[in-house]
């Protein structure tokens, strides 16, 4: 095993002669892991957003409590915890001997400044109303850390996994320097190109990560990726077309996973504008979509159908598959049209971004709307430019992917109620917040899936959404490597157990 130094030394020799080849080679470092990664544009854990970004801060950093691929919670920084009988106070104990990149050691009061950031409204993050629930936060000794909730939250474990709740060092105001406790320690960033990140000799968990080196490479297209692949230029290829997935299977020196999750494509129309202040266009617009069309289409049957709400199959229990979405029917999705003030059709611009299925999506959404009378005019996105600057929030009828999270809450929480953070499609019913709020705090697991099962009707027959399906989690990697566990949420794949063989 080398040392973090000789490691350091070696990647900038490496990449060295890469720059002097033009770009990546070809040549494969047997205990280096090169992944294809679309190009960050967010350093701040507080404020990331895509795959790419959340999966360099889950390299990075540590969560106090992470997800398995099972989607139960497990211990990560917090190696115990302890819940009040009254369901209102969650006490952490730290796992032992855990350090900072700059050497500095973890304590409770890294975790304390951490979710006070996050849920400060002042600092304007998104996390904020997902931890409005906490009333405080306190050190208990030296290796603990007591949360006090105001209401019950039997979520709340899932809620501290969140994408941004990487513990940070107390005080951080230089995100660029990448100091966090986790598995990799960050020896250059190049934001156009690429990462490159070694291991961390003194991480606290014994044996991990498995190689000597992680690189995140930068491409904006998935073909390029998947070429490069192919050409031994990376080692592993993720968040693709379902298409160029189906393509790899079987190509030898290469190994293909996929894994069902809770994934979907929102297409959403807001709410507070024309003409998707007219209920009549969104339940036009969702009878004018053929989803098993859609689905066999651009899915290739891979995954599931989607009802119009993010409850998928997968949350079992609470979904409610009596539940089904408005049918497919052009006739009346043009005396839905003609009612609102639109018999001589619409026009409307629709944007998406350009990964995975979504630009494809769009185009048959085109196809499909045309035949009432819609007229799309499809824009296609860099990734980076449709989450840039909340772009994706402004937008009046976009496509926007949302990763598998481990409860249904989420979505309910940070995405369709009144004053959500993510509110993109700016939904308000106080009829479904209450409900919300009832689903995410009853400790009565009977009243909450009677709860679930009124808030997925109201959104099929009422939500400004349409899902068309879930996808599943694709990736491809090189041979040479064992050890890789695809994560529902492509982003929380965790790399450390990634071995060389």
């Not at 617009?285 to 066999?296: G, M, N, P, V, W």
């Not at 209450?434 to 009565?444: P, S």
């Not at 599943?472 to 450390?496: H, I, M, N, W």
Request: charged share 20%; glycine share 8%; proline share 6%.
């Amino acid at each position: 095993m080398k040392t973090t130094g000789q490691r350091f030394w070696m990647n900038c020799f490496l990449a060295g002669i890469l720059l002097l080849a033009g770009g990546v080679s070809g040549w494969a470092q047997t205990d280096t892991f090169r992944v294809a990664m679309q190009p960050p544009t967010r350093i701040d854990p507080a404020i990331i957003d895509s795959d790419s970004e959340i999966a360099i801060a889950n390299a990075v950093y540590d969560y106090l409590v992470d997800i398995d691929a099972n989607n139960a919670a497990i211990p990560r920084l917090a190696e115990a915890w302890t819940v009040s009988d009254d369901g209102l106070t969650y006490t952490f104990r730290l796992a032992d001997n855990v350090h900072f990149h700059d050497g500095s050691p973890l304590v409770p009061g890294d975790v304390v400044w951490t979710f006070d950031r996050l849920r400060n409204p002042d600092n304007g993050f998104p996390t904020a109303s997902l931890y409005a629930n906490i009333k405080s936060i306190e050190v208990m000794g030296s290796d603990s850390v007591d949360f006090h909730l105001i209401d019950t939250n039997p979520f709340f474990l899932f809620d501290l996994s969140d994408n941004h709740a990487v513990i940070v060092k107390r005080g951080t105001t230089d995100f660029s320097l990448f100091n966090g406790t986790g598995p990799f320690v960050v020896d250059d960033y190049r934001p156009d190109d690429r990462i490159l990140m070694s291991a961390n000799d003194d991480y606290f968990i014994g044996g991990l990560p498995g190689v000597d080196a992680l690189q995140f490479i930068f491409f904006t297209d998935s073909v390029a990726a998947v070429s490069a692949l192919r050409g031994g230029q990376i080692d592993m290829a993720w968040r693709m077309p379902v298409s160029l997935y189906v393509s790899l299977q079987g190509v030898p020196g290469i190994v293909t996973v996929d894994v069902p999750t809770n994934g979907f494509d929102l297409v959403r129309l807001r709410a507070d504008q024309a003409p998707g202040n007219n209920p009549l266009v969104i339940q036009a617009l969702k009878h004018a979509t053929d989803r098993e069309a859609i689905f066999q289409l651009v899915q290739l049957g891979a995954g599931s159908v989607g009802r119009d709400t993010p409850v998928g199959p997968l949350y079992d229990g609470l979904f409610d598959p009596a539940i089904q979405p408005l049918a497919y029917d052009p006739a009346q999705a043009k005396r839905l049209l003609a009612q609102a003030g639109y018999r001589d059709g619409l026009s409307i611009d629709l944007y998406a971004p350009d990964t995975g299925d979504r630009p494809q999506l769009a185009v048959v959404l085109k196809e499909q709307w045309a035949q009432v009378g819609v007229d799309v005019n499809v824009i296609i996105e860099p990734e980076s430019v449709y989450f840039g600057e909340n772009h994706w929030m402004d937008v009046s009828l976009g496509i926007t992917n949302w990763g598998s999270r481990p409860y249904p809450q989420f979505y309910f929480n940070l995405m369709l109620t009144c004053a959500a953070a993510w509110n993109e499609a700016r939904y308000c019913d106080s009829v479904f917040d209450d409900l919300v709020e009832l689903a995410g705090t009853t400790l009565d697991e009977t009243q909450r899936v009677a709860t679930y099962s009124q808030i997925q009707q109201i959104l099929v027959s009422d939500g400004p959404v349409i899902i068309p399906y879930f996808w599943p989690q694709v990736a491809a990697y090189s041979s040479q490597f064992t050890g890789l566990e695809l994560k529902a949420f492509a982003g929380r794949t965790d790399f450390r157990t990634v071995f060389a063989r």
